[in-house]
């Protein structure tokens, strides 16, 4: 079992930074691929950015360019760099983590809140 903690999330006014952090601990060793989503009140939980074990990235469209994923497998971290934040961006990211030997069964965090107001 993977257990997964996101922090990082908070207040911040438009064209603001934060920084996600997502630790893993327990049977770190399965976890292949690590996601963050978002999820806004009244919508479907999206991707927003994606990295495998051989550090490939994926970014959503809709912030790319603005968020960068990276991951320090020695610490069994992922992050999520937010940049130039807009109001849109105000939701609960989530990080996921992917079994590699079994590629269905996924882990996921409490959540972390980001609101980006003014």
């Known amino acids: 079992q993977v257990q997964l903690v996101e922090s990082g999330g908070g207040l911040v006014q438009p064209g603001g930074s934060l920084r996600l952090s997502c630790v893993a601990s327990?049977?770190?060793?399965?976890?292949?691929?690590l996601d963050w989503y978002r999820q806004s009140p009244g919508k479907e939980r999206d991707l927003v950015a994606s990295?495998?074990?051989?550090?490939?990235?994926t970014i959503a469209d809709s912030v790319k360019g603005r968020f960068t994923i990276s991951r320090d497998n020695a610490k069994n971290t992922v992050y999520l760099q937010m940049n130039s934040l807009k109001p849109e961006d105000t939701a609960v990211y989530y990080c996921?983590?992917?079994?590699?030997?079994?590629?269905?069964?996924?882990?996921w965090g409490q959540g972390t809140q980001v609101t980006v107001s003014s």
């Open positions: 996921r983590a992917s079994n590699w030997m079994v590629p269905s069964k996924t882990y």
């Open positions: 327990g049977s770190v060793f399965v976890i292949g691929v």
């Open positions: 990295i495998t074990r051989s550090d490939k990235t």
